[in-house]
């Protein structure tokens, strides 16, 4: 499951302020949250419709948790995670994810959506279920 050219423009404007306009912009480092989306309507937007089955929350993941190429790569600028990403089981709802999202808060209501990255193929979730993203599976890259 990849999120390949996912960024959103919040990410796009933030990042290219920053860089031509010298507009401060910090990094999230240890607030990195994973989160599930049942739909987007405008994935550049960071419009979605994040998941609600009950005991669902953001998952946190540590900036050490992700893997990036070291600054003389060649290879494609990507970020993976190194450790399972685990969901609460659901305790309740059904609903179908199909998206991915990358955000700085755990808390829906604030912060922002910084990538959005389809599902290789939609995946239900019923009462009783977890979601798990498997070491290497989550794949952020930038071109």
């Known amino acids: 499951m990849a999120t390949t050219n996912a960024a959103t423009t919040y990410l796009e404007h933030a990042l290219i302020n920053h ?6 912009f910090t990094s999230p ?3 990195i949250y994973v989160g599930l989306a049942t739909a987007v309507s405008d994935a550049e937007a960071g419009s979605v419709t994040e998941a609600n089955f009950g005991a669902y929350q953001r998952q946190q993941v540590a900036a050490a948790d ?8 060649t290879d494609a600028q990507t970020a993976t995670n190194t450790n399972n990403i685990e969901f609460p089981a659901s305790t309740g709802t059904t609903e179908t994810i199909t998206h991915v999202i990358i955000t700085d808060n755990a808390n829906r209501a604030t912060g922002n959506i910084l990538f959005v990255g389809a599902l290789d193929s939609s995946r239900q979730i019923a009462s009783g279920d977890i979601f798990r993203i498997n070491a290497t599976n989550l794949t952020i890259e930038l071109k």
Do not use: L, M, R, Y
């Open 29 to 31: 480092g240890n607030n």
């Open 19 to 24: 860089i031509f306009k010298g507009t401060a």
């Open 66 to 73: 992700w893997t990036v190429p070291s600054d003389a790569s």
